[in-house]
T-cell receptor
Framework: DQQVKQNSPSLSVQEGRISILNCDYTNSMFDYFLWYKKYPAEGPTFLISISSIKDKNEDGRFTVFLNKSAKHLSLHIVPSQPGDSAVYFCAASVLISSGSARQLTFGSGTQLTVLP | GAGVSQSPRYKVAKRGQDVALRCDPISGHVSLFWYQQALGQGPEFLTYFQNEAQLDKSGLPSDRFFAERPEGSVSTLKIQRTQQEDSAVYLC???????????????FGPGTRLTVL
């Protein structure tokens, strides 16, 4: 059973417009959420994160929104640029039992294509 | 500075063969993670090390999978008697440490693509 779901495998937007990527989760124990970006033949790269005590976090063109009651988060990219074309993974984290690190649970990813 | 490196980048194995995948984390990073990423899926957690101690191996799919980090830096993921379902990209990630309640960013390597024929 997938605990983190990204229901849109792909998304295309025009350069300069807003990209909205969505993610849903089921486990209420998750208390920290992250977005990673992945280019082909590279590992995922951290993009932005949000703690469960917040509902919004902004970093430049990237904003993540968290709706805890709906168990939903979204990533907004504005304005979108062709270089943003990549696979975006949503991840949710929970403390590993030893308390020394966090285990990440990833969604299946959304391929974003920004058209020039 | 140098990021996480993994070798080999690609590995083709015959079914039943043993393989060893290497991860060089960022220097000074205490935590090291292994993930398995099947085609079209997100990475799935396999195991976690804090220095040389393997503190969580709950994600290892079978006893054919074994990981070690004997000196607290380089790690090796070993898969014995490989099966076709083991075909995937194996990702390694490292992070500095747990610090003051804030989640510590995991930095990923490029992965090793394993194909079992």
């Amino acid at each position: 059973d997938q605990q983190v779901k990204q229901n849109s495998p792909s998304l295309s937007v025009q350069e300069g417009r807003i990209s909205i990527l969505n993610c849903d989760y089921t486990n209420s124990m998750f208390d920290y959420f992250l977005w990673y970006k992945k280019y082909p033949a590279e590992g995922p790269t951290f993009l932005i994160s949000i703690s469960s005590i917040k509902d919004k976090n902004e970093d430049g063109r990237f904003t993540v929104f968290l709706n805890k009651s709906a168990k939903h988060l979204s990533l907004h990219i504005v304005p979108s640029q062709p270089g943003d074309s990549a696979v975006y993974f949503c991840a949710a984290s929970v403390l590993i039992s030893s308390g020394s690190a966090r285990q990440l649970t990833f969604g299946s990813g959304t391929q974003l294509t920004v058209l020039p | 500075g140098a990021g996480v490196s993994q070798s080999p980048r690609y590995k083709v194995a015959k079914r039943g063969q043993d393989v060893a995948l290497r991860c060089d984390p960022i220097s000074g990073h205490v935590s090291l993670f292994w993930y398995q990423q099947a085609l079209g899926q997100g990475p799935e957690f396999l195991t976690y090390f804090q220095n040389e101690a393997q503190l969580d191996k709950s994600g290892l799919p079978s006893d054919r999978f074994f990981a070690e980090r004997p000196e607290g830096s380089v790690s090796t993921l070993k898969i014995q008697r490989t099966q076709q379902e083991d075909s995937a990209v194996y990702l390694c990630a490292s992070s500095l440490a747990w610090s003051g309640g804030r989640a510590d960013t995991q930095y990923f390597g490029p992965g090793t693509r394993l194909t079992v024929l």
